[in-house]
């Protein structure tokens, strides 16, 4: 096991709550950023990164805007 599940849930909570509810637009970073569905993966994804101990890392973030759409955001490998 890398990480306890109910970690990684709060670290995933963490980073959802303030955009939870909110116009985008009016929430860090996406005042400068048009919160398109493409920005919001690629911001999740850093953020989570940022939160994560050394040596676990994030695969890929995907924020859907329906059930048939949706964008991914992972970065390659080095």
């Known amino acids: ?6 970690e990684a849930k709060r670290l995933l909570h963490e980073v959802l709550e303030p955009l939870d509810h909110q116009c985008l637009n009016d929430v860090e970073p996406f005042r400068d950023m048009n919160p398109t569905t493409e920005n919001i993966a690629r911001t999740l994804f850093e953020a989570l990164t940022e939160r ?14 329906s059930d048939g759409c949706g964008a991914s955001y992972s970065r390659p490998a080095p």
């Open 1 to 6: 096991m890398l990480m306890d599940f109910r």
């Open 52 to 65: 994560l101990p050394q040596g676990i890392a994030v695969a890929r973030v995907t924020a859907w805007e």
